[in-house]
């Protein structure tokens, strides 16, 4: 089942690696959803060729209303979900996740997501299943990357799962609702699923942020009335940090609904594991806290500035991010380091290589995601490297974006 709003550069791509799959008795929905470029053009020509392609157009409502109306029409056992702009990273991927959930009776069966950069590199994202098992989802916690899933439809109609009629962060409370219903699911150790990062740039309005935050409400009412302790150490916890960017210039302007609904959401977290986000307690600790930001970012660029050697470690992402928006302030850019090189290669003309090629001296510049940052840091010290500088780069983000 497939959104779809003014993808025309995508959607070709997305369709044929639908319909080069091995699994052939399938039905695909594409729910076009008022789009003023080609797209709905595309759709029809590609239903004129394929017979189990049905194609349907309304008005613009959103991608979580457009999945709710393919919900209600599939006729299928098993429904998935694809965004246009994105493609299955094998020919096999929706035989492997079928035959699996039927063979160990899984109403649900996922495998692991790669993202593919600008320049064609593939990154690893999400948590990563190495081996084919049943996991508890209790036990698991994430509730994020519903497209590498697939759902039995009995499921999500016997519980009346759908998906909240929000513009952003819709899919988060659609996946958690289904993973409680079900209880447990089926992993694969094969890579399903490839989607696009950073060719777009999301505008994040009052309303759209205000979605965002009833998101992120209804997954903590539904982490808390299951006691799902898991969800919250591995995702909920940190949550509204994680969205800092995006809540900083409507919380600091001081709107109600923004704060009426981090209050709300504290009020869920402490009645439920007895602490809330310090960050957001009010808007003077909001202030403060983006205040320690720039102080540390202007802390790293004089140092950017000092060192003699300057390498960035993280050849993803964030390290891109940090090579674009500060790479400047190096007076002696070496390159990029990793922990692990796979083969050659060089990004923007700097060479990739392992940390342990470069000198201890070096200013060893941490740009890398939220989760592996501690380990990274920890492995540093044991190499002995003097000088290191970590800051998360959605932090900066929000430093350049909003300060």
């Known amino acids: 089942m497939i959104p779809v709003y003014n993808m025309e550069t995508y959607i070709e791509e997305c369709l044929d690696s639908i319909f080069s799959q091995t699994l052939k008795e399938i039905e695909v929905l594409c729910i076009d959803d008022g789009s003023t470029d080609r797209s709905y053009e595309i759709l029809k020509k590609y239903r004129e060729k394929y017979k189990n392609l049905i194609v349907f157009h309304q008005q613009n409502q ?15 056992e098993y429904i998935c979900f694809m965004d246009p702009d994105d493609y299955y990273a094998q020919e096999q991927a929706l035989e ?74 819709q899919d988060p409370p659609f996946l958690l609702a289904a993973m409680i219903a079900a209880q447990e699911f ?10 696009r990062i950073g060719y777009k740039e999301v505008k994040f309005s009052l309303p759209v942020v205000i979605d965002v935050l009833k998101g992120i409400r209804d997954c903590f009412t539904m982490a808390k009335e299951n006691n799902l302790i898991k969800v919250y150490d591995e995702q909920l916890k940190n949550i509204l940090s994680v969205h800092l960017a995006k809540i900083y210039p409507y919380a600091y302007e001081n709107q109600k609904e923004i704060w009426n609904l981090i209050d709300e959401i504290h009020e869920i977290s402490m009645e439920w594991v007895g602490e809330i986000s310090d960050i957001f307690t009010n808007l003077e600790t909001l202030k403060d806290y983006t205040k320690q930001i720039k102080d540390r970012r202007d802390d790293m660029i004089a140092q950017c500035h000092a060192a003699q050697e300057v390498v960035i470690y993280g050849a993803g992402k964030a390290g891109m991010y940090f090579f674009q928006n500060y790479g400047k302030e190096c007076k002696c850019l070496s390159g990029f380091a990793v922990s692990k090189k796979e083969k050659e290669e060089f990004i923007e003309g700097y060479e990739v290589k392992e940390i342990d090629n470069y000198s201890r001296d070096a200013l060893i510049i941490v740009a890398v995601g939220k989760r592996y940052t501690q380990e990274i840091l920890n492995n540093l010290e044991r190499m002995y490297f003097k000088n290191v500088c970590s800051i998360d780069y959605t932090e900066l983000k929000m430093v350049e974006n909003v300060l």
């Open 62 to 76: 959103g991608a979580g209303i457009a999945r709710n109306k393919g919900i209600q029409c599939a006729n299928g």
């Open 96 to 169: 492997l996740l079928y035959r699996n959930a039927k063979e160990n009776h899984a109403v649900i069966c996922g495998g692991n997501i790669v993202g593919v950069l600008q320049n064609g590199k593939l990154e690893r994202q999400g948590r990563w299943f190495s081996e084919n098992k049943m996991i508890s989802f209790k036990d698991y916690g994430n509730y994020f990357y519903y497209t590498t899933y697939i759902f039995r439809l009995e499921l999500l109609r016997k519980n009346n799962i759908l998906f909240p009629p929000y513009r952003r962060y």
């Open 186 to 195: 089926y992993a694969i150790n094969e890579v399903i699923y490839t989607y």
